[in-house]
């Protein structure tokens, strides 16, 4: 039994929800903040978790300065996950990068004024690592997405802007407490609650036949329940320091739909082949006439392969990573699971 206290920022989203669950398990005391009223219903399946009456939720918005306050105040880790995670908006300054910044800021300035926390784990992203595959190069904790604006993939600006600002904090303030980046790549798996995240909903468009054709794309998956147990060993891990890129393995669109169609989801997966280079050429040109998000999303990625390592979270914390067909069996079968998608 830990007896340590952590706050999990944003506890209704899909990686604090595991995370969550995971350190009630190892015998931690859990804050969480919501953005609704802590005793709604809607909170009721965290309620529920095994332990969790070592569970409180507590409100706060990442656009109301000084409301972490109360959550963080007396905790010994802060674990900050909530950030909009919107692909589609009509004013990425305002719905995007203001509370992603202003609210890692916010979180930060509340945990220096708590004087009580050892280690803040921010949740990033590979968003803030690239924003465009290389077949050349592998990326690792070193790069930079330089290339997403407000104009081009605002959402992975806003976990760039929002790392970039925290890391500024860091080295500019005298805080009695360090900070430990985790940098996921595409999570996916295990939903605690109804919600359908933005990363399982790539899924849910695989199988429900919103795909026009097979792409060529390739996506780096990394299961949620692992990312939250990197969360938990960034957190314990006296040695941890620096960014840490969270990543199991990556398929193709032409595996993942050959893969799931040997599992027996056949009906509306894709299945004209617009992978060849000409057909991405053309794809892209299409792509202008999409919604804006997945418009650059696309534009970014076809015809590149993304190459990612892991090899720093696996040395230095111990690190390992379900394989990556396990977890796309864990989503579709939460999807059915919460009706996101219907399959016989
Ligand atoms: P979710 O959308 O499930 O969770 C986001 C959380 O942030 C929710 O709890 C949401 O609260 C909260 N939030 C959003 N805006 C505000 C606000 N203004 N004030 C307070 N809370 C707010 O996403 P994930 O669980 O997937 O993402 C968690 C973190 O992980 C995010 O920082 C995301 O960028 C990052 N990430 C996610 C990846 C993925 O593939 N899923 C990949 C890499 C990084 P509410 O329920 O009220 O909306």
Not at 161 to 173: I, K, L
Not at 195 to 216: C, D, H, K, V, Y
Request: glycine fraction near 6%; proline fraction near 4%.
């Amino acid at each position: 039994m830990s007896g340590l206290t952590v706050c999990v920022t944003g506890a209704s989203g899909f990686i604090a929800g595991q995370t969550i669950r995971a350190l009630l398990e190892q015998g931690y005391n859990v804050r969480g903040t919501v953005r609704g009223d802590p005793d709604s219903a809607q909170y009721s399946y965290l309620r529920d978790l095994p332990q969790a009456e070592r569970l409180s939720l507590l409100p706060a918005d990442l656009t109301q300065p000084d409301s972490f306050d109360a959550a963080i105040a007396g905790c010994d880790y802060v674990l900050h996950t909530a950030s909009p995670f919107l692909l589609e908006v009509k004013n990425p300054q305002h719905e995007l990068v203001d509370p992603a910044v202003n609210g890692t800021l916010d979180v930060l300035r509340a945990t220096q004024r708590a004087d009580t926390v050892k280690r803040v784990i921010l949740t990033s992203s590979v968003a803030a690592i690239t924003d465009e595959p290389d077949s050349n190069h592998v990326f690792t904790e070193e790069d930079w997405n330089r290339k997403s604006s407000l104009t081009r993939n605002a959402y992975f600006y806003s976990k760039v802007m929002a790392e970039r600002a925290a890391w500024d904090f860091m080295s500019s303030q005298h805080t009695g407490f360090d900070m430990v980046v985790l940098n996921p790549c595409v999570v996916i798996g295990k939903s605690l609650g109804p919600a359908l995240n933005a990363s399982n909903q790539l899924f849910r468009e695989l199988l429900t036949g919103a795909f026009p054709g097979i792409m060529a794309l390739n996506f780096c998956m990394v299961d949620v329940e692992d990312v939250a147990r990197a969360h938990i060993l960034a957190m314990e891990n006296p040695d941890a320091e620096g960014r840490y890129i969270c990543y199991s393995d990556a398929m193709t669109m032409a595996e993942l739909v050959e893969f799931l169609r040997q599992q027996g989801y056949s009906a509306s997966l894709p299945s004209r082949d617009l992978s060849a280079g000409w057909m991405s050429a053309l794809l892209k040109l299409l792509s202008y006439t999409q919604s804006k998000g997945s418009g650059d999303f696309i534009r970014a990625r076809l015809g590149k392969t993304m190459r990612i390592t892991n090899a720093k979270i696996c040395a230095e914390l111990g690190m390992t990573f379900r394989p990556v067909k396990d977890s796309v069996m864990a989503t579709v079968a939460d999807l059915q699971k919460w009706g996101h998608v219907a399959l016989d």
